[in-house]
């Protein structure tokens, strides 16, 4: 069993803000690896029927207050609630997966996180969505025609679809052993039980 | 401020099983108390518009899972996928609220989850529904007939409304210093704020 767990997630889920930026310290502590898996959770959740939180004023405030208290605990930067949510989705996860075969998925995921969350900057929109990509060494004008090729929405749906298949319904999910892990607060569960799956093996 | 966390639940609540279960014991680890609050969970996913567990079966299917995961980790029993959801949800409520005042909630809490996660037996429905009360030296008849009564409703919605107007829209959460924890999973962030709110008074 390679020493390998899986972070399925999408760029527009606040809670993925806490795994993204903490998810190296994790995987070096741990002495494993995460494979960056960018998806479309905005589909699955209509696909379901899941009601988003910005239409449920107690929830929502829950939720941002949840987040920034995990945030310090984490020792994670928080600059008040960002803006939400965000405008397009699906374009920055279609970034994020090219960039995941190009390598430098995790690269771009954080800085998009950044503009977010330290910046309270919409990462899907201009300025935000070129300058987090010059600000890793890549072209913004590429990149962006790449990811609004009818290829790139193929890649995404499948990706989608692969996350659909194996239960996933909800961003963080970290998956192990064919068993998945929905939430930030369930990343130490998902370690648990691969490192035992790990050692069995 | 005292040294106390308010323990918002719903019978018929799943992952409250694991509260319910080990609260006891983190309570006299932390060395505080826990008031048990019951509440009517299902009145406020009614009116949020929540869509309960049991129509979606990804989130169902993973639900359980997560809990069983839980329990174990935990040391907690598990015997399998209990009855859901119960039959009865503000019916054992009304018990558990009139316990309160009478001093033997977390007594009846207990016996109600072990019915129903142990056994496999709806703690709202009759055997087990008296079966319970018995087991806890409680009167079947006098105790169902007093939470029938329309003074157990107007109870049961008078502490709903409190707990809305916390901004509580789930089971269980604790409230400490002004701040709702929702989840099993929250209860030591909880306890962490509370004790650094109990130091600083």
């Given at each position: 069993m390679p020493s390998q767990i899986d972070f399925w997630f999408s760029i527009g889920s606040t809670y993925s803000y806490l795994s993204v930026m903490r998810i190296d310290k994790v995987a070096q502590l741990a002495g494993l690896t995460f494979r960056w898996?960018?998806?479309?959770v905005r589909a699955i959740m209509v696909e379901m029927n899941n009601i988003p939180f910005h239409t449920k004023p107690a929830k929502l405030r829950y939720m941002w207050r949840d987040v920034e208290r995990r945030a310090a605990f984490y020792g994670l930067p928080w600059s008040g609630v960002p803006p939400y949510p965000i405008k397009h989705l699906s374009l920055v996860n279609r970034i994020a997966l090219s960039a995941a075969d190009a390598g430098w998925c995790a690269h771009y995921v954080k800085a998009a996180y950044r503009s977010w969350f330290v910046n309270g900057q919409d990462p899907s929109v201009e300025p935000s969505l070129s300058d987090n990509l010059r600000a890793i060494g890549q072209n913004p004008d590429e990149v962006i025609a790449r990811a609004t090729s009818d290829q790139a929405k193929d890649a995404l749906e499948t990706a989608t679809s692969a996350a659909s298949a194996l239960g996933i319904f909800g961003s963080p999910t970290f998956?192990?052993?064919?068993?998945?892990?929905?939430?930030?607060?369930?990343?130490?569960?998902?370690?648990?039980l691969h490192q035992a799956g790990t050692a069995a093996s």
């Open positions: 898996r960018p998806f479309d998956v192990t052993n064919g068993e998945i892990f929905w939430g930030d607060d369930r990343l130490e569960d998902a370690i648990q």
